[in-house]
């Protein structure tokens, strides 16, 4: 189990921040996530591994049109 | 009406005329404003004093002043003494920084019946100023159809009849611009104010400000759409406002430091430049961009707000509307904006109504129109939205209104509350494109159904009730509407902040005082109440800040700069909030810091609550939401999301759903739904400085300078 955003989600095997994103269908274009207090940058989003018992900010930075 | 520009020019008769020396600007001000009375022709010249620029700043500020002091409280919207007000702001009008020549226009509402702002970009406040004039105050109400002149050139002020009959502004705005040139190129030097037969056949009339685009040789228009301003526009019989300024340079605005302002302007251009592209695309789609995400993120009104996303939202997707724009243009409102936002649809064809066949240019759709006109009424079409966005504009009336409005009457027709016989025909079933086009021709032309529905959703559920025998709980559960003014397109169900940003606003539920959905409901950035009241304090206060400058928010954060991950308040985008300051102290030579900046906006909105509170409004009552806003309303909606819904009953409300009808879970939902919005309601009370009737406390007043004796007035007869 992580945290994102104070919320427990399911672990997978092999989670990276992409697979994640996915997972929470996160599609916003301007995110900014950390892992664990770590800010990770996007181009690394594809290859980052989440470790289980992981606490996740996804944090979208937008406030409206 | 005059058949070619000649006759036109023939028919112009100077009523009366004023003639001025510009005294030219220095910091950012004129130091004048212009007074017209269009009932006896009065035209004079006010000071602005310093204490105005301390305390109202410009913008918004001045328009709340003049109105404040040129009305009674028990003035009504149409009467002679309501006003007009248009200013720009201190910063209005540079040409460095994008986003910078934004007008804000204060009035009392028809819809309302209070205090009205309402920001539109265009040449018009910019060209105001540098003809002059920090503000234009209109007051009085003509018997007769006038045109007001400001030539900034020649230092002339007319109040003029002209042959032009003012029912399409997108003609208005072409031939008085074409009136007014002396070749092509000057019409870039000149601004067009104009509403539309809209305007005088619905509450829901808008503003068009014109800016000539050279590439496209057009007269196009911004939108102050927001609260019947257009209305109160035709109802004193003008039939436009026109400014001349052909000396626009860089300096126009006499910054204190020119340099300052370069620099600022030149490091955000950049960051544009370079990152638009993969960040919002504002430059190819505009606020559109907002589309997409919206509907992925159950944020898209549906059918009267009832849902947040839908199957076919990709007709009206972002990228769809993409297509539609023409790329590669310089698409801003003022003269140095790269962010480029305002897109357009050119040689549209339109397939309907007075000017069917003719091949448009159409303004839009941003985000709101489609939103609005498209989603919310179950209206997946891009075509549909392209040229209900049109007539809107064309005709003068606010595309956010009608969207809400229209999705309120389907889903009053779709409940039986109203039926074909009363509608005059039309079928306004959700989805229905030919009958919610057919509707906004008859609000546009006060004709039929429309003359009803163009009165907003809080007269529309008066008539309902009462002529129609409908259920009046449900009418004020469904009718997205607060204080009269109609919700702008955002799903705000499964933000509790937000539903306190829309509400709790001092004109009604617009999201430019605080946009706080993805902060609350995705990022879960605020948790707690205190969190809540914390974000409904800063963001609205920031926020209002633009409005008093001649900015527009845009640029603050739809544009991220390098860097900004690593920052303590990634949301608040504290680069750009910096540029603000300094572009501030660079323009006025003043030295504040970010707690002047909110001090400053903290002043004009407290004076805003208290005028509303001067009328008869600004109490807890008026900031009370229906309930479609907060929750699921029937079990419908509540079904559609059943697995969300019973999982709040169970972990939030400490309710076990099994067992229970949906009827039943429908109303332990609302119970909490509605007891979390009061409390947030006392918390953010608590945090403004506010009673907890939502006057703001004596001592804050004082603490802002803000306790005038006649405001302190108003103040104690609420306490």
């Not at chain 2, 707000?305 to 698409?331: C, E, W």
């Amino acid at each position: 189990m992580i945290e994102v955003n104070g919320k427990k989600v399911e672990w997978e095997k092999d989670m990276t921040v992409e697979k994640l994103l996915k997972k929470m269908n996160f599609t916003f274009p301007k995110i900014v996530v950390r892992v664990n207090g770590k800010v990770i940058e996007k181009s690394d989003w594809q290859d980052y591994p989440i470790p289980d018992q992981s606490v996740v900010q996804a944090h979208h930075l937008i406030a409206g049109g | 009406m005059a058949t070619s520009i000649e006759d036109m020019r023939k028919s112009r008769k100077v009523l009366a005329g004023y003639d001025y020396e510009q005294a030219g600007v220095e910091k950012g001000y004129t130091g004048k404003t212009l007074y017209i009375n269009i009932s006896d022709y009065t035209i004079k010249p006010k000071d602005v004093t310093e204490e105005m620029k301390d305390i109202f700043i410009g913008g918004k500020g001045f328009g709340l002043w003049y109105l404040w002091n040129g009305i009674k409280p028990e003035t009504k919207w149409n009467d002679p003494e309501n006003e007009i007000v248009i200013s720009s702001g201190p910063i209005g009008g540079i040409t460095q920084y994008p986003g910078s020549g934004k007008s804000l226009v204060v009035t009392l509402s028809p819809l309302t019946k209070s205090i009205m702002d309402s920001n539109v970009g265009g040449f018009f406040g910019p060209y105001l100023k540098f003809s002059g004039w920090d503000a234009l105050e209109i007051q009085g109400k003509s018997e007769k159809d006038i045109v007001v002149f400001i030539d900034g050139d020649k230092g002339r002020v007319t109040i003029e009849e002209v042959d032009i009959d003012p029912a399409a502004s997108h003609l208005v705005s072409e031939q008085l611009t074409e009136l007014l040139a002396e070749n092509e190129k000057d019409k870039k030097n000149i601004s067009i104010v104009s509403s539309g037969s809209g305007g005088e056949n619905t509450n829901i009339g808008i503003l068009n400000f014109s800016f000539y685009d050279l590439r496209r040789k057009a007269a196009r228009m911004k939108q102050a759409g927001r609260g019947g301003i257009g209305t109160v526009f035709r109802d004193k019989k003008i039939a436009a406002l026109a400014v001349k300024f052909s000396s626009l340079s860089g300096r126009s605005n006499n910054p204190a430091d020119p340099a300052k302002v370069a620099k600022t302007g030149v490091k955000i251009t950049r960051e544009i430049n370079k990152f638009d592209a993969e960040q919002f695309r504002m430059r190819q789609i505009g606020t559109a961009n907002l589309m997409t995400p919206m509907n992925d993120y159950d944020l898209l009104p549906v059918h009267n707000f009832k849902y947040g996303s839908h199957p076919d939202a990709v007709g009206i997707s972002s990228d769809t509307l993409r297509d539609r724009f023409t790329q590669n243009m310089p698409d801003g409102c003022w003269v140095g904006c790269a962010l480029s936002c305002c897109k357009a649809v050119d040689n549209f064809e339109l397939k309907t109504g007075p000017y069917k066949g003719d091949k448009v240019l159409v303004d839009g759709p941003e985000y709101e129109n489609a939103a609005g006109l498209g989603a919310n009424c179950g209206i997946f079409d891009a075509d549909y939205v392209i040229e209900a966005n049109f007539y809107c504009d064309t005709y003068g009336i606010d595309t956010i209104s009608t969207g809400t409005l229209i999705a309120f009457a389907m889903e009053c027709y779709e409940n039986g509350i109203i039926d074909k016989k009363i509608t005059g025909g039309l079928e306004l079933n959700f989805g229905n494109a030919d009958a919610a086009m057919e509707l906004i021709h008859q609000m546009g032309q006060g004709k039929g159904f429309g003359k009803i529905a163009g009165q907003g959703v809080r007269r529309m559920k008066q008539i309902f009730a009462e002529e129609y025998g409908a259920d009046p709980a449900f009418l004020q559960d469904i009718g997205m509407e607060n204080k009269g003014l109609e919700y702008s397109q955002y799903q705000a169900k499964e933000s509790l902040a937000q539903q306190g940003g829309y509400a709790m606003t001092n004109k009604g539920p617009q999201h430019d005082e605080a946009w706080l959905i993805f902060m609350d409901m995705v990022n879960n950035q605020l948790p707690t109440f205190e969190k809540k009241a914390e974000a409904l304090h800063y963001f609205p206060m920031f926020r209002t800040w633009f409005g008093l400058m001649g900015l527009c928010k845009l640029p603050w954060n739809d544009i991220i700069p390098e860097g900004n991950s690593q920052t303590e308040s990634p949301e608040k985008i504290p680069e750009h909030v910096q540029n603000y300051i300094d572009i501030f102290n660079a323009v006025t030579g003043k030295n504040i810091d970010q707690d002047e900046m909110i001090r400053q906006s903290e002043r004009v909105y407290n004076f805003q609550r208290i005028f509303n509170l001067r009328l008869g409004f600004g109490t807890r009552e008026h900031d009370a939401a229906p309930y479609r806003a907060l929750g699921p309303v029937t079990e419908e909606e509540y079904e559609s999301r059943i697995e969300r819904y019973d999982n709040q009953l169970k972990e939030d409300v400490g309710i076990d759903p099994s067992g229970m009808s949906i009827a039943e879970k429908v109303k332990a939902m609302r119970k909490y739904r509605e007891g979390r919005y009061e409390t947030l309601i006392d918390v953010v009370y608590d945090r403004r400085g506010w009673t907890k009737n939502g006057v703001p406390k004596l001592e804050k007043i004082k603490e802002l300078g803000i306790d005038f004796p006649e405001v302190v007035d108003v103040v104690k007869k609420n306490l």
